[in-house]
């Protein structure tokens, strides 16, 4: 590692924005960049959340363009500040640290950016770049050898957060808001202690008399009168298998037995999780689509669509079937089961492994504890935590992105590089190498043109840490 301590002498052109030799100019040059990529970042996306979410004509007249103004701004100055504190770090401390390239210009500039944000988006913000950081950090502390890789860390890590997610899913008052919807949707309402057998039986006889179907018409003829008495034959036959079996007394699934409501349950979510993955493919396979008619049997066949269908469809009837079998074995229904069950159910991973999933959901687990602390007296509030937190895995994040990109998640490299038109990748990596990061370890064919007149040091000359 690095010494703090060491430095270079290099000027900031020779280092950080090499295609200009002003700085002014490189900063104006950055942000008018990280503009126009933030623009076509946030209006598309403030615009579809508003549909989705039914916004009134009032909101699109007085609120819709503001809000993507500042979000637009935010991104902007992270990306014009970083190389703005790039060049006045260099100028008030008249030469480069290991620690000034990335994570001390970052860090002003990030707690800045963050400022200028929506206060209802921070918090958002926060808990993926903390997440990112994190994940960051522990790529760096490997690339070291002070910590080892645990071989299917993700899928440990995922089965202790499914775990106690459950658990307070269970709990009353365990958990608000979207984590309390999520897992309502995911799981189902049968596994909430307040789910009672009025509730249930009025839903299905909801159900039941919309499934009726209309009386034939004479016009209609016999053909449509033999396809309503199969599809109620069939009706009846599933719900005799659904209702006639095994079901605990302690269970509150009332319409199936325990059989039926794990495979029901896994049938559900597992057409969930393929038709997202789908989704999720149709916008690259489109592009394609009148080219080479193939791709549209691969986006149909595709393998990620299935694993994430497993894995969805797999969670939820582990989590089902342990459940049911607890209450079998202990003969009562427990919120302890959760533990259990969750944990079993977190083994699905194994179908659609994630670091990237893993470590956002732990990541909201342990800010959900945290504020349950708060609530519970146990724990201080910070006003301006958020923030503060932003700021710091913002500038680790950069710090890697200049000195180890290696170490760095590729999809945040790839959008560091479409914020900054590029630059990012135009730094004089090969002069860093003396800091014993292995800076240049992915630009070794890259050396940047730089003017003689600008530089302090001639081309090719070796400079040692001072």
């Given at each position: 590692?690095?010494?703090?301590?060491?430095?270079?002498?290099?000027?900031?052109?020779?280092?950080?924005?090499?295609?200009?030799?002003?700085?002014?100019?490189?900063?104006?040059?950055?942000?008018?960049?990280?503009?126009?990529?933030?623009?076509?970042?946030?209006?598309?996306?403030?615009?579809?959340?508003?549909?989705?979410?039914?916004?009134?004509?009032?909101?699109?007249?007085?609120?819709?363009?503001?809000?993507?103004?500042?979000?637009?701004?935010?991104?902007?100055?992270?990306?014009?500040?970083?190389?703005a504190f790039f060049c006045i770090l260099r100028r008030l401390l008249g030469r480069f640290?290991?620690?000034?390239?990335?994570?001390?210009?970052?860090?002003?500039?990030?707690?800045?950016?963050?400022?200028?944000?929506?206060?209802?988006?921070?918090?958002?913000?926060?808990?993926?770049?903390?997440?990112?950081?994190?994940?960051?950090?522990?790529?760096?502390?490997?690339?070291?050898?002070?910590?080892?890789?645990?071989?299917?860390?993700?899928?440990?890590?995922?089965?202790?957060?499914?775990?106690?997610?459950?658990?307070?899913?269970?709990?009353?008052?365990?958990?608000?808001?979207?984590?309390?919807?999520?897992?309502?949707?995911?799981?189902?309402?049968?596994?909430?202690?307040?789910?009672?057998?009025?509730?249930?039986?009025?839903?299905?006889?909801?159900?039941?008399?919309?499934?009726?179907?209309?009386?034939?018409?004479?016009?209609?003829?016999?053909?449509?009168?033999?396809r309503g008495v199969i599809a109620a034959l069939t009706r009846r036959l599933l719900d005799?298998?659904?209702?006639?079996?095994?079901?605990?007394?302690?269970?509150?699934?009332?319409?199936?037995?325990?059989?039926?409501?794990?495979?029901?349950?896994?049938?559900?979510?597992?057409?969930?999780?393929?038709?997202?993955?789908?989704?999720?493919?149709?916008?690259?396979?489109?592009?394609?689509?009148?080219?080479?008619?193939?791709?549209?049997?691969?986006?149909?066949?595709?393998?990620?669509?299935?694993?994430?269908?497993?894995?969805?469809?797999?969670?939820?009837?582990?989590?089902?079937?342990?459940?049911?079998?607890?209450?079998?074995?202990?003969?009562?229904?427990?919120?302890?089961?959760?533990?259990?069950?969750?944990?079993?159910?977190?083994?699905?991973?194994?179908?659609?492994?994630?670091?990237?999933?893993?470590?956002?959901?732990?990541?909201?687990?342990?800010?959900?504890?945290?504020?349950?602390?708060?609530?519970?007296?146990?724990?201080?509030?910070?006003?301006?935590?958020?923030?503060?937190?932003?700021?710091?895995?913002?500038?680790?994040?950069?710090?890697?992105?200049?000195?180890?990109?290696?170490?760095?998640?590729?999809?945040?490299?790839?959008?560091?590089?479409?914020?900054?038109?590029?630059?990012?990748?135009?730094?004089?990596?090969?002069?860093?190498?003396?800091?014993?990061?292995?800076?240049?370890?992915?630009?070794?064919?890259?050396?940047?043109?730089?003017?003689?007149?600008?530089?302090?040091?001639?081309?090719?000359?070796?400079?040692?840490?001072?």
């Amino acid at each position: 590692m690095a010494a703090l301590s060491k430095s270079i002498p290099h000027s900031c052109y020779e280092i950080g924005h090499t295609w200009c030799p002003s700085c002014t100019v490189s900063v104006l040059q950055v942000t008018a960049g990280a503009l126009e990529v933030s623009f076509k970042i946030y209006a598309p996306l403030y615009l579809i959340a508003a549909i989705l979410r039914r916004r009134k004509k009032d909101y699109y007249k007085k609120r819709l363009i503001p809000e993507i103004m500042q979000s637009t701004s935010f991104l902007t100055a992270n990306g014009g500040l970083y190389i703005a504190f790039f060049c006045i770090l260099r100028r008030l401390l008249g030469r480069f640290y290991s620690w000034t390239v990335g994570f001390g210009a970052a860090l002003p500039a990030s707690y800045i950016a963050i400022l200028i944000e929506r206060k209802s988006r921070r918090g958002l913000l926060t808990i993926y770049m903390a997440n990112l950081a994190t994940e960051t950090v522990f790529r760096m502390a490997v690339a070291r050898g002070i910590v080892n890789p645990l071989k299917h860390g993700e899928v440990l890590l995922f089965c202790f957060t499914a775990s106690l997610y459950m658990f307070f899913f269970r709990c009353k008052d365990g958990l608000k808001g979207f984590a309390f919807s999520a897992l309502k949707f995911i799981v189902g309402k049968e596994e909430l202690p307040t789910h009672s057998y009025q509730a249930e039986t009025a839903s299905a006889s909801r159900s039941e008399r919309a499934d009726v179907p209309p009386s034939p018409q004479p016009e209609e003829g016999r053909v449509s009168s033999r396809r309503g008495v199969i599809a109620a034959l069939t009706r009846r036959l599933l719900d005799t298998l659904c209702k006639h079996g095994p079901r605990h007394r302690c269970c509150k699934h009332y319409q199936d037995n325990c059989i039926s409501y794990c495979v029901k349950g896994f049938i559900r979510m597992f057409s969930v999780g393929y038709l997202i993955q789908c989704c999720l493919k149709v916008p690259s396979a489109f592009r394609q689509v009148f080219t080479k008619p193939s791709r549209l049997l691969w986006l149909l066949y595709n393998k990620e669509n299935f694993q994430l269908g497993a894995f969805l469809g797999s969670f939820v009837s582990i989590y089902k079937g342990t459940s049911c079998f607890l209450r079998w074995v202990r003969n009562l229904d427990d919120e302890l089961h959760a533990l259990i069950a969750g944990f079993l159910a977190g083994l699905s991973m194994c179908f659609y492994k994630s670091t990237t999933i893993s470590m956002y959901l732990f990541s909201k687990l342990v800010e959900t504890m945290y504020f349950k602390g708060i609530e519970a007296g146990r724990f201080p509030y910070f006003p301006e935590a958020d923030t503060v937190i932003y700021a710091i895995s913002t500038a680790i994040c950069f710090q890697a992105a200049v000195m180890e990109v290696q170490n760095l998640r590729p999809s945040y490299w790839k959008f560091l590089l479409r914020l900054t038109k590029g630059r990012f990748a135009l730094m004089n990596r090969k002069v860093l190498d003396v800091f014993g990061t292995e800076a240049s370890r992915h630009f070794k064919d890259f050396t940047p043109k730089l003017d003689p007149k600008y530089m302090l040091f001639p081309p090719g000359m070796d400079v040692e840490l001072s």
